[in-house]
């Protein structure tokens, strides 16, 4: 066989720079042949490829342990599944399976719970805009809304006037935990008083009683001490409402934000060392509370953790279509999986796996998508031996967030499998085709065609 020319390369060996196996990062490969025993290869020829693949026993096993840290150290927790962060109905279901209720931000995720079969009153509504139908709805189905801003008021009034008696919510809260930039854009501020004017004027109305404190104070938070400020911050607070208007603070909604290991772009450290352990979390926040919170007073704790659970339990499996070296020396890959499919890549670094033994030095590469379009890259300046045609990346954690923000852009979406605690496999959601497409466009009768018909268009130049 004739051996193809290409232009040789030049690395810079890093001598001395070894990897925590010992050996030269540009030997060292990360191989993975199966996903909870289930062969990448019999994945990828029963459903194809790209796949998103999600363990259900990692996803029952983080769900088990985050909750275990919170609710031996505390008695009244309930976590609210963020359905923004997957709300697959296999997701989800699994979720309210181990006793989660439902979180959701918009209309649309209310009404997917609610026919997935969850109760208005298991269900927390937050987000910035609620329409006055999404509002009442929720309403007078027992859910949980938590206010985000002064217009809401008005909106929640009108329920109130409409049912003739007072209205319960939840109002959300923003303030400095340290995090910066701080998440300032939804709730009422703390800090700067305009919370506590919310409070005023909801108390002058008499008609909508405050029972809960909300606040999210931003999301993939490494400092477990930012919690235990927030904490505190909310205690004093539902104490004020209290004392000073009468309101009983039934329950305390501190949100997720609870760091996956996946890397974020710029970070230095690698997760398994930057990230503390839930347990961390859970002793800083529950110790906050019993430092705060009066004797006897155990208002419920509700957490909303999206990534932390998901995360790690989703794998997206790609084909390497084509192999190209850029003007610059690197080499570069085309996937059939782009930033349409990781849409978090834009943040985030994963993990890159490869579904075989591969022979050659490792190079720094781009991974490009099939996107047309220049900044469809879902990793750089991971280190690569020559990959050939066919050869699988699996690429993680990817389960937060991707399969949600995902985009249809010139291509259908692909099969996403559960792979259950028995090994089985099933589809959760189907490869689309044009039907899901085209199904909601409408083609004016006057625009429709048989053939092309291209006899009376102008020759020549046409401007
Ligand atoms: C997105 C969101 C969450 C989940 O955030 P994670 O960072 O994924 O844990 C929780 N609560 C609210 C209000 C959210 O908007």
């Given at each position: ?14 001598s ?41 026993a ?37 979720m ?25 009153k ?23 809304v ?7 008021i ?104 609870f ?24 002793e ?11 004797p ?17 339990a ?36 994963y ?12 190079e ?12 469809d ?16 990346l ?70």
């Amino acid at each position: 066989m004739k051996k193809i020319y290409e232009k040789p390369v030049f690395i810079k060996l890093e001598s001395g720079f070894m990897n925590k196996f010992g050996s030269s990062p540009y030997y060292a490969r990360k191989i993975r042949k199966d996903i909870d025993g289930v062969s990448i290869d019999q994945l990828v020829s029963q459903f194809g490829s790209p796949l998103f693949v999600y363990s259900e026993a990692t996803l029952r096993r983080r769900y088990r342990e985050m909750f275990t840290a919170f609710n031996t150290r505390y008695p009244h927790v309930t976590f609210g599944w963020s359905y923004k962060t997957n709300y697959l109905q296999a997701i989800c279901a699994i979720m309210h399976q181990e006793g989660s209720i439902a979180e959701v931000v918009s209309e649309m995720e209310y009404d997917k719970a609610r026919r997935l079969g969850v109760e208005g009153k298991d269900i927390i509504f937050n987000g910035p805009f609620k329409s006055p139908f999404a509002l009442q709805k929720a309403l007078s189905e027992g859910a949980m809304v938590n206010l985000d801003h002064f217009d809401e008021i008005y909106d929640i009034e009108r329920v109130a006037d409409a049912w003739g008696k007072p209205v319960k919510i939840g109002i959300r809260l923003n303030m400095d935990t340290g995090i910066h930039p701080q998440w300032s854009r939804f709730g009422l501020n703390l800090d700067s008083g305009q919370a506590m004017d919310a409070v005023k004027r909801i108390a002058s109305g008499g008609k909508i009683a405050i029972n809960g404190l909300h606040c999210h104070i931003g999301t993939y938070i490494l400092d477990p001490s930012a919690y235990a400020r927030e904490v505190e911050k909310m205690v004093c607070f539902a104490y004020e409402l209290e004392d000073q208007f009468g309101f009983k603070i039934e329950y305390l909604d501190i949100g997720g934000g609870f760091p996956s290991k996946s890397r974020l772009k710029g970070m230095y450290l690698p997760p398994e060392v930057a990230i503390s352990p839930i347990d961390d979390y859970a002793e800083r926040i529950t110790d906050a509370l019993y430092r705060h919170l009066r004797p006897g007073d155990f208002p419920r704790l509700f957490l909303e953790s999206g990534r932390w659970l998901i995360d790690e339990a989703g794998y997206l499996i790609t084909s390497v279509v084509a192999t190209k070296r850029l003007p610059d020396g690197r080499r570069s890959y085309v996937a059939d999986a782009g930033v349409n499919l990781l849409y978090t890549s834009y943040w985030y670094k994963y993990t890159i796996e490869l579904d075989r033994e591969i022979q050659g030095v490792n190079e720094p590469a781009v991974i490009y998508g099939p996107l047309c379009m220049n900044i469809d890259i879902i990793d750089e300046g991971s280190l690569l031996p020559p990959l050939d045609r066919g050869t699988r990346l699996i690429f993680s954690p990817v389960g937060a967030y991707n399969v949600t923000q995902w985009m249809q852009f010139i291509e259908y979406r692909p099969n996403v499998v559960l792979i259950g605690d028995a090994g089985q496999v099933d589809v959760i959601r189907e490869k689309e085709d044009l039907n899901d497409i085209d199904q909601r466009e409408r083609l004016p009768e006057r625009l429709k065609f048989d053939t092309l018909d291209t006899s009376h268009a102008p020759t020549g130049a046409v401007r």
